[in-house]
């Protein structure tokens, strides 16, 4: 409720004439005050005053203070309560997000350690099962013994017969490549390159025209006419008999 709002009458807060006269006599210094350093505001104030003789302390006093500041001082109690009433309220709210700020911490963090466990149980899969050097010898050891079989295989089934096969190139290189041996192998063929067919539309040679070249072979005639009954013109077999 704002300030200027109706409050529900309250009960003056009652005072003691000592208490009253004080507040008073507050009240009336300050407007007192307010008053001359609107009209005159010079530097005698407060004891006298140089602009006018009617301008003195007390000429702006009020019975209006006596009036109403046991209201006032009721009505501001009753705010005061008001907002020390509030405060609980405003402290358990502030908790309240506190406590769901810490409930997203704890479920983030509770998310991270088990990404690390999981991580972590996949390192050790890994991690201490490497295999030892002498493992890794023996293992490259048992690859070079395999690859030799195979080259022994073809070598035995070259020389098997009665005539015996050339033994191919490559059981030699590999033979050696195991051993540590680089032998330079023999230079493959060149693979002959295909040649772009030209377009006959654009070729510097293109002619609509026929040429003998373009016309179908016709064996020659050794006689003057086909014995198989074919007119010269029409004759393709060139007079064989």
């Known amino acids: 409720m704002s300030a200027r709002e109706e409050r529900q009458p309250l009960e003056p807060i009652a005072l003691t004439e000592e208490?009253?006269?004080?507040l008073i006599d507050v009240g009336n210094r300050a407007?007192?005050?307010?008053?001359?350093?609107?009209?005159?505001?010079?530097?005698?104030?407060?004891?006298?005053?140089?602009?006018?003789?009617?301008?003195?302390?007390?000429?702006?006093?009020t019975g209006a203070f006596g009036i109403g500041l046991g209201a006032v001082?009721?009505?501001?109690?009753?705010?005061?309560?008001?907002?020390?009433?509030?405060?609980?309220?405003?402290l358990r709210a502030e908790r309240h997000s506190t406590n769901e700020s810490l409930s997203d911490a704890a479920e983030q963090l509770r998310v991270q350690r088990d990404r690390i466990a999981e991580l972590e149980a996949e390192r050790k899969k890994y991690v201490g099962v490497e295999p030892t050097i002498a493992e890794e010898m023996a293992y490259l050891g048992r690859c070079l013994d395999a690859v030799r079989d195979v080259c022994d295989a073809a070598e035995k089934q070259a020389t098997r017969w009665e005539n015996p096969l050339p033994?191919?190139?490559?059981?030699a290189m590999i033979r050696n490549a195991t051993d540590g041996v680089t032998?330079?192998?023999?230079?493959?063929?060149?693979v002959p390159q295909q040649r772009q067919a030209e377009d006959p539309?654009?070729?510097?040679l293109h002619h609509d025209y026929?040429?003998?070249?373009?016309?179908?072979?016709?064996?020659?005639?050794?006689?003057?006419?086909?014995?198989?009954?074919h007119t010269f013109e029409d004759c393709t077999c060139g007079g064989d008999r």
């Open 167 to 171: 033994v191919p190139e490559w059981v």
């Open 183 to 190: 032998v330079n192998a023999p230079a493959l063929p060149p």
């Open 210 to 229: 026929a040429l003998g070249r373009d016309l179908p072979f016709i064996p020659q005639q050794v006689t003057g006419r086909c014995p198989k009954g």
């Open 31 to 61: 407007l007192n005050n307010h008053y001359h350093a609107d009209l005159c505001h010079c530097r005698e104030w407060p004891a006298s005053c140089v602009s006018s003789g009617s301008y003195f302390m007390g000429a702006w006093d």
């Open 73 to 90: 001082l009721s009505l501001w109690e009753s705010m005061r309560l008001d907002a020390t009433a509030a405060e609980p309220a405003r």
């Open 201 to 204: 539309h654009t070729s510097d």
């Open 19 to 22: 208490q009253l006269d004080a």
